[in-house]
């Protein structure tokens, strides 16, 4: 009997004893974006949408800096639809006031066709906190070549012939 207590006693000892501890660990993950103070990048690129234009007819197509679109002349049968956006860039400089400079830009189909691009926007641009939007509006001349044609087509700056608008802000 005594090795039967014995035995009971070494078995609840070396229970108490060989107690698991558990723990558990998992790793995370963190990020950061670095700009140059006085940097813009580009957020949304403008897009007019689609431009239905009447055959011999010319007209400007503008887009405002909250995108809403001018289409031409709507009586004479001009429509445009799609999704229309103003560009959009986002300003990293110190807080305060900067001026804000357009280059126009060239819009082409890459077979030669091209349209001239006249980009529109605020004159200056205060930050708060370190950055800020910018929106950019434009106006398109449809259709102003020989005849007042405009091949079909996708046109965009990014196109062979075309050319890309800029915006420099003035730190």
Same mark, same amino acid.
């Given at each position: 009997?005594?090795?039967?207590?014995?035995?009971?006693?070494?078995?609840?000892?070396?229970?108490?004893?060989?107690?698991?501890?558990?723990?558990?660990?998992?790793?995370?993950?963190?990020?950061?974006?670095?700009?140059?103070?006085?940097?813009?990048?580009?957020?949304?690129?403008?897009?007019?949408?689609?431009?239905?234009?009447?055959?011999?007819?010319?007209?400007?197509?503008?887009?405002?800096?909250?995108?809403?679109?001018?289409?031409?002349?709507?009586?004479?049968?001009?429509?445009?639809?799609?999704?229309?956006?103003?560009?959009?860039?986002?300003?990293?400089?110190?807080?305060?006031?900067?001026?804000?400079? $357009?280059?126009?830009?060239?819009?082409?189909?890459?077979?030669?066709?091209?349209?001239?691009?006249?980009?529109?926007?605020?004159?200056?641009?205060?930050?708060?906190?370190?950055?800020?939007?910018?929106?950019?509006?434009?106006?398109?001349?449809?259709?102003?070549?020989?005849?007042?044609?405009?091949?079909?087509?996708?046109?965009?700056?990014?196109?062979?012939?075309?050319?890309? $608008?800029?915006?420099?802000?003035?730190?």
């Amino acid at each position: 009997m005594k090795h039967y207590i014995f035995l009971g006693v070494f078995s609840l000892l070396a229970m108490g004893l060989s107690k698991t501890v558990l723990s558990a660990s998992a790793d995370g993950n963190a990020s950061a974006v670095i700009v140059e103070q006085g940097g813009i990048e580009s957020e949304v690129d403008m897009d007019f949408g689609v431009i239905v234009k009447p055959s011999g007819q010319a007209a400007k197509v503008k887009i405002s800096t909250s995108g809403l679109i001018t289409c031409g002349d709507a009586n004479s049968g001009w429509v445009c639809t799609g999704s229309p956006s103003a560009g959009k860039f986002k300003v990293y400089a110190s807080n305060g006031t900067y001026s804000v400079s $357009y280059a126009d830009g060239v819009l082409s189909d890459g077979k030669g066709n091209t349209m001239s691009l006249r980009v529109e926007g605020v004159s200056s641009i205060t930050l708060a906190n370190g950055e800020a939007s910018l929106l950019v509006g434009g106006e398109l001349d449809v259709g102003s070549g020989n005849g007042n044609t405009q091949a079909s087509g996708t046109y965009s700056t990014s196109n062979a012939g075309g050319t890309p $608008y800029t915006v420099t802000v003035n730190f």
